[in-house]
């Protein structure tokens, strides 16, 4: 066994012992993230003298639960990959079935808005899908926006610093968005979290109320009115407020096409509704 192989090993089993659920990739993406490769040409690549230290502390920092986004700098999302670090959330594989679902929404010049943009994953992955659109990311935290125009930058997305649930959020837009998109905090207050999201992700990116519909619900309210008639909203939610999410959109009588859609493993992951041509 070479000493690379030896070194991940050893990594992949201190990872185990510290609760990491995916202990071998994450060795391999340490490893290989130091080594400037791809975990495919770890195989094939040597380790300088310096790499067994560097690696070790970067394996330990791991079993300490940092985020391995944050130990690499980077996400993948996609057909894109974003920068994230503290202050900013991580996006996450799931909202990956959000974005297939959106993609398929698009048609050439759509005027597209991503809502709790943060990473602004979802923005620049559609603006990168369909290149006509007009692709607008919102964010309110000071934070985040550092990443959300860091990863936007060069990109044809525009980055605007709003309130998702101020009443006043994108009145030029009334009635002419195409398409909405929404990775919202939608985590109810007292939920158990995993260390990685629970001391890592910021707090106002997660949580939303007793129930997590506090951000939900004023999101629905002003995609009634950005919505051009018949056009799209697709919005994550918590796997407990599925139903409570498509309650709000149904009882705004706004909307049709309520419908619950599932992520890769089956969980209830996000609703989809189309705003009435002619509102009843």
């Not at 201190?14 to 993230?33: F, I, N, W």
């Not at 629970?198 to 950005?226: E, S």
């Amino acid at each position: 066994m070479s000493r690379l192989r030896e070194l991940l090993a050893e990594a992949a089993e201190s990872l185990s012992r510290a609760g990491v659920s995916s202990p071998q990739v994450d060795a391999e993406e340490l490893a290989a993230h130091l080594l400037g490769v791809s975990r495919t040409q770890l195989r094939f690549t040597e380790a300088a003298a310096d790499f067994p230290g560097r690696y070790r502390d970067l394996v330990a920092q791991r079993a300490r639960r940092i985020p391995l986004q944050h130990l690499v700098g980077s996400a993948a999302f996609g057909p894109i990959e974003v920068q994230v670090g503290p202050g900013v959330f991580i996006p996450r594989p799931e909202t990956e079935s959000l974005y297939a679902w959106a993609a398929g929404q698009l048609a050439p010049h759509a005027t597209i808005v991503e809502l709790c943009a943060g990473s602004a994953a979802l923005a620049i992955a559609l603006s990168r899908h369909e290149p006509t659109a007009r692709v607008t990311a919102i964010e309110v935290d000071v934070d985040a926006l550092l990443y959300t125009r860091r990863n936007a930058a060069g990109t044809r997305v525009e980055v605007v610093q709003a309130d998702v649930t101020s009443p006043d959020l994108l009145t030029e837009l009334n009635g002419a968005v195409d398409l909405i998109v929404a990775n919202p905090p939608y985590i109810p207050e007292d939920a158990e979290l995993e260390p990685e999201v629970a001391r890592h992700d910021p707090p106002q990116a997660l949580f939303a109320g007793p129930d997590g519909l506090a951000i939900i619900a004023p999101i629905v309210i002003a995609a009634g009115r950005l919505l051009a008639p018949g056009g799209a909203i697709g919005i994550e939610h918590d796997d407990s407020n599925g139903g409570g999410t498509r309650e709000l959109f149904t009882a705004s009588g706004l909307f049709d096409e309520v419908v619950q859609r599932h992520d890769l493993a089956g969980r209830p992951r996000f609703v989809t509704a189309r705003r009435k041509i002619a509102a009843s």
